[in-house]
């Protein structure tokens, strides 16, 4: 097919994967990229033929086997035109153009393929007004638009590196004098007859935070994880000791990969990664990982251990409870950043993240920007 062909059929494809997602059927990013790949070849024009290809790609059991058919020619008009979509309640339509950019985008991320015109257009190049700014910083990740998140990116690079430099004044400020060095003030006081009248201090090294992050990348955690591996990339390019992992069922380092000079390189090598995006979470086990084969990245008492998650685990809570409690006892701080404590009705009463909130010091909401730079007054 040809590419200008795939990229006019690829958004019907997108927005039925979300429709068979509402309607039950087991969906994520990794299944649309699937059936964007079995639109790829077997085309559009056999409407057969497709439906075969989407009820062999998103159907992972008999029930789900069974429903495509009923879910397919719910969404797929049956009047002989192709493809055409059924119409949504005029009351949902903006909710679901919404989804669907947000679908596409983190679909053309895990692909390698660059975002849309409509992202790099004038309304991204233009420096965001203050109404502009304040509104994409209070606004909650899953509900962007996609001609915002370019503009929003541009915000967050720039706050994250005024946030570091902050941070490393604040440090050097804060120093106080702590031991006398004798043969300094000494040495200061001949000029003066001998009377030591100024002390000087010896001081120990002060060393920026170290921090190591951990990113939650599983199905419940896709409406943000695209925007968080972009916050995650703009920290480490202001902290210096920075390392950082990406986990579902397993655990993936990826602190080489976001030390690229551009943000574009670091993406495009992480879509060519098997990280096992949209998958389930097993947070427990990875925790387990990090502490039996990456301990030595906890270099010292000042490194600050950081998880961004909503808690949804598929483990055993009482494997993460232990891994997080022997992790805490090697840090300064545990802070575990949750994008659903943007929610006004969360409660953390998953099995997982009631074990976890026993060994966190900081448990703080992950849901937009501001949220976000909220971290500076944890570190």
Same mark, same amino acid.
């Given at each position: ?13 997108? $927005? ?12 994520? &990013? ?17 409407? /057969? ?6 009820? =062999?790609?998103?159907?992972? !059991?008999?029930? *789900?086997?069974?429903?495509?058919? @009923?879910?397919? /020619?719910?969404?797929? !008009? ?46 991204? @190049?233009?420096?965001?007004?203050? !109404? ?12 962007? $638009? ?7 990116? +541009? ?15 604040? +440090? ?7 031991? %006398?060095?004798?043969? +300094? ?5 001949? =000029? ?17 935070? =170290?921090? %190591? ?12 994880? %695209?925007?968080?591996?972009?916050? %995650? ?8 000791? &920075? ?6 069922? *397993? ?66 809570? *009482? ?56 971290? *500076?007054?944890?570190?």
């Amino acid at each position: 097919m040809h590419i200008r062909s795939q990229r006019h059929a690829a958004q019907p494809i997108v $927005r039925f994967c979300r429709f068979a997602r509402q309607q039950g059927l087991s969906g994520g &990013v990794q299944k649309t990229l699937g059936a964007l790949r079995a639109m790829a070849c077997l085309g559009m024009a056999s409407r /057969e033929d497709l439906k075969s290809g989407l009820r =062999s790609v998103l159907c992972s !059991s008999k029930d *789900e086997w069974d429903r495509f058919e @009923e879910v397919f /020619e719910a969404f797929w !008009s049956g009047d002989g035109t192709w493809p055409r979509v059924v119409k949504e309640p005029p009351r949902q339509e903006k909710c679901s153009k919404d989804s669907d950019a947000r679908d596409q985008r983190r679909v053309s991320l895990m692909a390698g393929v660059p975002a849309s015109d409509a992202s790099q257009g004038a309304g991204a @190049e233009e420096v965001a007004g203050a !109404s502009v700014r304040s509104r994409l910083r209070k606004a909650d990740f899953s509900t962007l $638009r996609q001609d915002d998140l370019a503009v929003l990116e +541009r915000i967050s690079q720039r706050l994250t590196e005024q946030m570091g430099r902050r941070i490393s004044r604040r +440090r050097q400020l804060a120093h106080v004098p702590e031991i %006398v060095d004798l043969r +300094r003030t000494i040495r200061g006081s001949i =000029s003066r007859g001998g009377d030591p009248i100024d002390l000087r201090y010896r001081h120990r090294r002060v060393r920026p935070p =170290s921090l %190591v992050i951990l990113l939650d990348i599983s199905g419940s955690m896709s409406p943000y994880s %695209v925007f968080l591996v972009r916050f %995650v990339y703009a920290l480490q390019k202001h902290f210096p000791r &920075v390392d950082a992992f990406l986990f579902s069922t *397993e655990l993936v380092e990826i602190t080489d990969v976001l030390r690229a000079r551009r943000l574009s390189d670091a993406l495009r090598a992480l879509s060519h990664l098997a990280l096992g995006w949209s998958g389930g979470t097993k947070i427990g086990g990875c925790l387990q990982d990090f502490d039996r084969f990456y301990r030595r990245r906890l270099r010292s008492a000042d490194t600050f251990f950081m998880i961004l998650s909503d808690g949804w685990d598929t483990g055993d809570p *009482e494997a993460l409870a232990a891994a997080l409690g022997a992790i805490k006892r090697r840090v300064k701080k545990v802070i575990w950043l949750n994008p659903l404590l943007g929610l006004a009705d969360y409660q953390p009463i998953t099995a997982g993240m009631s074990a976890a909130l026993l060994h966190i010091d900081v448990f703080a909401p992950a849901h937009n920007l501001e949220s976000l730079l909220q971290l *500076e007054k944890h570190l």
